[in-house]
């Protein structure tokens, strides 16, 4: 059985939220995880499950859950959703989009008054993000036991105010375990791509099979400080020429590994940091990132290697400091086939890709089977107001969301 | 006529101002312009010109002049000196070893009862450092007419102080014009080479016959700032890439143009910053220094194609923008001739070179014929507590700067 979702509505949602939170004259989002307008839109998001007549609860770390029956009690959940919460200066669909469409999933259900097989439960994740408290994907971390509740409690923001009291303030430290207290069958998640490949395809939607692997890690060169008039280049140790030297690298090594693969260097410094001082000190980070494990392992083998080399033509001592490393992850088959399903049925074209980027379904995936839909990210932007993704390609990827959680929830019979 | 100084007495007072903003536990100091260890100093030096008889003066700038009458009242006046203030954490020899030189050549003419032709005059320079107020070489800078004394006294430290305050603030503060009120015959300078080439080559003075030129300047690349898991490496606008290149390529352009040419990256800044993001605005500094500023300009001209070339290929905006730039200086032949005279006749192994570091000398060269002693610095240290020079080659410079000196002012007959 497939469902037609309301456009209409899913749209009026999405702009309804777009304004909590949202930032003058931009079509953009403030809304940090745990600020007064996080508040505001769990409570908004919170009145709007409630009116669909599910069941709203709030567990430990702030993720909200609302719980519609099943005709079978002893049937496995199907779990939808993904997070409210932005960057500071960030997009109005990043995160929204997967939370209003499960949404309106369930909003369709009771319109055309389907009793699925299974319950069907939404979920908001709290600090997706993760810019305000690290680690990112911190709610759906700890329910899915990747993250202590005591790690995520005692994290604290650049103003030295702790999760646990930020969450307090807002109102949202509930008292439900952050574990499954269910049994989940599946989890689908809806997402913007955060990246050009629908874009660039001319797909309508995307069915993601999984997750890239990534590692992060700082390398530190260390050669001579000196004044940069009076020594002579034959006697320079110069520890920025061997970082440029490996950000070259960076560059480089991924077209040699993969066509998925990724490398960058994102953060950089120099000491002395002075116009007339040959650097002494250079501290940059490396990140790789593929759906393979193995090729992430070897491009950070390769990097190795390329600074060994810069340290060996400048006269650098030099070390490699992992920073964090996280396993790829590969959905499983048969939630892929549902999204593959509802977009092929729907008549939409779509792509099957990996995510480059983590999200919550990364975590509940050790929990459940779970799944995700990607919509269109126009020109790839993301983590910006100039996010885009038009109505269509919303309403494209949601129906897609919408008719596969049908398909794995199932319908009872009348 | 050849006279011999005092070994004893220079080392005494190299060892007495060393203790004077000395730093603990290492032979360094922490005696930055205008501080109360720069005054407790200039008391200090003051007292010794006027023990020896000399005729002090304070001008506007806090420039600190000791005069010794010639026999000559006509006659053009021979000046000497360098700076007492340091680097934060800077080492006991830089400027101080040049006053007390000079210093040390007084007192022989006091102590010989030398009377000469030449008025012959001391001075300590302010603010030659520059790392607490900018530019550096203020005083020599102000009183050789290529900075405005209102410009000096409105520069502000990072505590938004100006000079102008601190310069009262530690009495030095005068009432003399900063200008050169006498006529100036010559000028020599003593100073530690800061650089390797003299202890390279095993010698023990150097004869410097001018100062390199040079131009700073910044490149700024624009890409554009990207999500590092979802963007493909073909959609990344890399600033920091570009930049990479280009460090390579002011490391590589040296050796294409000149055995004295330098260049150096030494400060670079990469927004947003972001362990996961591409780098979108990259700035960062580009240095020449060569003895022939057609070279310098050859050096800047190619560092804009490595820049144009790298925004090419990773498709970035860039622009160059100079932030200072320095004519080389060519000494006087009679000056540098009476240098390597002193140095050949009193027998030691010398070099002539062109000084690398920017000097009070190269002020004060545009008002009369100069030129310059370079002292050994062990392996080349300098602005940090490793400057080293050994007592024989302090004795070695100054023994060729006091013979260099008397050489210019002139013995006058009996």
Redesign the interface.
Known sequence: MRIAIDRRRLVDRLQEQANIGGIDGERGLDRVTLSEADREVRDWFRDRMTDAGLDVRVDEVGNVFGRRPGADPDAGTVLLGSHLDSQPHGGIYDGPLGVLAALEFVETLEDEGITTERPVELVNWTNEEGSRFQPAMMGSGVWAGALSQEAAYEATDRDGVRFVDALERIGYRGDVPAEPGYDYDSYLELHI?????LDDAGDDVGVVTGV?G?Q?GEITFEGQ?????????H?RR?A??G???V??GV?RI??TLGE?????????E?DP???????GEVTF?V?F?DPDDETVAEAVDRVKGEAAAAAEREGLEWRYEE?MSVESVDFADRCVDAVQSAADDRGYASQRLV????HDATRVASVCDAAMVFAVSED?????PQEFTDWDDCYAAADTLANAALDLAGVADE
């Open positions: 791509e955060q990246g050009p490949r890239v990534f992060w400080a000196n004044h940069s008039g009076t020594t002579p280049m006697h110069d920025l020429v970082a440029a030297d950000i070259t560059r991924p077209g998925r693969t990724v490398g960058t260097t994102g953060v950089i120099a940091g002075s116009i007339n001082i040959v650097p980070t990140g990132r920073r995510s480059g980027a983590g790839g932007k993301s983590h910006s």
